[in-house]
Structures are given as C-alpha cells and as structure tokens.
T-cell receptor, first 110, second 116 residues
Framework: GIQVEQSPPDLILQEGANSTLRCNFS?????LQWFHQNPWGQLINLFY???GTKQNGRLSATTVATERYSLLYISSSQTTDSGVYFC????????????FGSGTQLTVLP | NAGVTQTPKFRILKIGQSMTLQCTQD?????MYWYRQDPGMGLKLIYY???????DKGEVPNGYNVSRSTTEDFPLRLELAAPSQTSVYFC???????????????FGPGTRLTVL
C-alpha cells in the first residue's frame, strides 16, 4: 500500500516563530488532507489539498503531486497551535480510506 | 449542521463484554468510515461504507462488525472486547464525487475506549 512519511517527528518552537512540516508519499494520490489533532484529541480539518497551494490565515499548504510531497507552513506560531499535525492521503484508483502518516508533534512555548 | 457526531465519548469495558459505538452524520454524505487510533500513531481504517446497505473491510477489521441501514448512521459493534481494542475510535464521512473537494473526509470527535 501507499506509504506516508512525515518530518520532523517532533518540533519545539518559541511563540512567534515560523515552521514548515513535510509529508512525502510513495504513490499518486487523489486526496491529501492536513489535520491538526489538538490536546483534547479532536481532529481539525486544516486543508484538503491534493495539488496546488492554499492559504488560511497564518497557515498555508502546498502539494506538488508530481514530486509526491506536501508542505504545511505555520507562520507566527501561537501556543494554541500545539498538538499533532497529520498528513493523510488516498491513493489514486485504489482503496477508499485515507492513509495517515505518523504525525509531527508540535510544541509552541510562550 | 452538527457534522459527524459520536456517542459515547468515553467507555470502559471488561474483557468479553460487547458494545456498539454510534456514529451519525447530517451532511447527506454517501461514504462513511470507522478508524482507530492507538497511542502515538496515525489512524487506521476498520470498516467503511459507500452507501446504505453496503459495507466493506478496511485495514484492521478483526473483532468488529458494522451495518449501514440508513445514509445517516454507521454503528460499529464490538462483540467480545479484548485489551487490544483499547483505542480511540473515530468516525468520518465524505461525499465522493467528481466535484473538487468532494472527497474531503470530515471526522467526529472520537470515542475513547478502554478494555480491562
């Protein structure tokens, strides 16, 4: 099946810093989503981005489908950005499910 | 529009007990999914459904059963609970189709299950 690798596994930032999270995948996809899992365990949809670039406030994401990677940018980080960020993909023409990466644990210090 | 709702939020079971996790969506989505998340890991698919009356196994279906009698509801049944089923369970839904964004999956708040 498709493999999803996220980096870095852990990231600690001071409030106000910027960061880039990376997601590599091993096959072509027709769905790629970024999620934030907050400290209460809730999964928040950040972006649906199988290709191209999107922005939402301080967050933006870019997926280069031909090179099989996606990047999530967080600018001017806040303590409320802490949590785990997951990339999830659905391989083209195959199973219905999303395959999740192992996540990036982000801690933003005040 | 409540989105995807799950009940209960928390549950403790004894080994061998059974229970049903409830999932309801009010977005008229045709696809629904059950995932489990073990500590420190991403989510893995248990079962999914492409419409009422149609279900299929995912990556980790053993020990679980599902049914889909309506578009809105997709309950997950644990028949003989085992400690290995201690996990957080997420239900999700999506509207598959050719429109951009139609494949986006939306998740419920999760059910935290402990089997002792």
């Amino acid at each position: 099946g498709i493999q999803v690798e996220q980096s870095p596994p852990d990231l600690i930032l001071q409030e106000g810093a910027n960061s880039t999270l990376r997601c590599n995948f091993s096959d072509s996809v027709n769905n790629l989503q970024w999620f934030h899992q907050n400290p209460w365990g809730q999964l928040i949809n950040l972006f649906y981005i199988p290709s191209g670039t999107k922005q939402n406030g301080r967050l933006s994401a870019t997926t280069v489908a031909t090179e099989r990677y996606s990047l999530l940018y967080i600018s001017s980080s806040q303590t409320t950005d802490s949590g785990v960020y997951f990339c999830a993909v659905r391989a083209s023409g195959s199973a219905r499910q999303l395959t999740f990466g192992s996540g990036t644990q982000l801690t933003v210090l005040p | 529009n409540a989105g995807v709702t799950q009940t209960p939020k928390f549950r403790i079971l004894k080994i061998g007990q059974s229970m049903t996790l409830q999932c309801t969506q009010d977005m008229n989505h045709n696809y629904m999914y059950w995932y489990r998340q073990d500590p420190g890991m991403g989510l893995k698919l248990i079962y999914y459904s492409v419409g009422a009356g149609i279900t299929d196994k995912g990556e980790v279906p053993n020990g679980y059963n599902v049914s889909r009698s309506t578009t809105e509801d997709f309950p997950l049944r644990l028949e003989l609970a085992a400690p290995s089923q201690t996990s957080v369970y997420f239900c999700a839904s999506s509207q598959q189709g050719p429109l951009a964004g139609a494949n986006e999956q939306f998740f419920g708040p999760g059910t935290r299950l402990t089997v002792l």
